[in-house]
């Protein structure tokens, strides 16, 4: 199954996609489609200058940044995400096609028991809070969005289930929209490679990715982080030998003094 919403053009031509990113508006700023530009402190312009480093390196490391979930609806990846908290995306890739075998829009979902869609999503942990949370889910879009996932990050936010990360994910993979995705990948990496200090909370990690990336950058740079932190900064045993990022990484720096 080939991932991302290139499938779904229908859903994709009622959103403002790449036109977001040429207006500058960005996800999770206060009004809606504006952030506030405030003048960098020294640190932070520091920080910046490291981050766009990180970009173009990462780049030429990760050519292709998407999402490892697979969808073909954007529905779809609202789902995944959900089932994703504490389970693997290959374990969710694996369970998803059988929930859509029995449940293949958001209508059928909607009007599913949540005990029927656990049954099926068990294997992914915590099915019976994820069932819960995709059968709200999926009611509200089917109540209220004609059956569609809505266009704002405000509007996402307020979907049972949906937490900043997932409305981020939704803002930057399906609408094209600038996006900061703060998983546990992008978490650890940041504080490693010193784009943030020591801050591991998800939403004061975003905060200051918001003041030192450009918002364009912000959704390829978090899949990039995942490809990169699966690879070859993996979690226990960051492989700082191997990485492209060691000259320039607070961390990678102090094993080559070693
Ligand atoms: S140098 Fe080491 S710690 Fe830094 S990003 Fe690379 S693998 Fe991770």
Redesign the pocket.
């Known amino acids: 199954m080939k991932k991302g919403l290139k499938k779904e053009p229908a859903e994709m031509k009622t959103t403002a996609g790449k036109k977001g990113l040429a207006a500058g508006k960005t996800a999770a700023g206060k009004k809606k489609g504006t952030r506030k530009k405030t003048a960098l402190t020294k640190n932070e312009k520091i920080r910046k200058e490291l981050a766009l480093e990180v970009i173009e390196r990462l780049k030429k490391e990760y050519p292709i940044a998407e999402c490892t979930l697979d969808y073909e609806k954007a529905w779809q990846l609202l789902v995944s995400v959900r089932l994703a908290a504490q389970c693997t995306d290959a374990r969710v890739d694996q369970i998803t096609p059988l929930l859509y075998e029995k449940f293949p829009d958001v209508a059928a979902l909607a009007a599913a028991e949540p005990e029927e869609i656990e049954e099926i999503v068990r294997p992914c942990g915590l099915g019976r809070s994820k069932a819960r949370d995709i059968s709200a889910c999926m009611r509200v879009l089917h109540d209220q969005y004609d059956d569609h996932v809505p266009e704002t990050f405000e509007e996402l936010l307020a979907l049972p289930g949906v937490g900043r990360k997932s409305a981020n994910l939704i803002m930057g993979d399906v609408f094209g929209k600038p996006a900061i995705v703060t998983d546990t990948h992008c978490i650890r990496?940041c504080n490693?490679?010193g784009l943030v200090d020591n801050i591991k909370e998800p939403a004061k990690v975003e905060r200051e990715l918001w003041k030192i990336i450009p918002p364009e950058e912000g959704n390829d740079l978090c899949h990039r982080f995942v490809h990169?932190g699966r690879a070859?900064?993996v979690a226990r045993r960051?492989?700082?030998d191997a990485?492209c990022?060691?000259d320039i990484?607070r961390?990678?720096r102090t094993?080559m003094e070693e």
């Open positions: 990496l490693l490679i990169h070859v900064c960051p492989q700082c990485c990022l060691r990484c961390h990678g094993t």
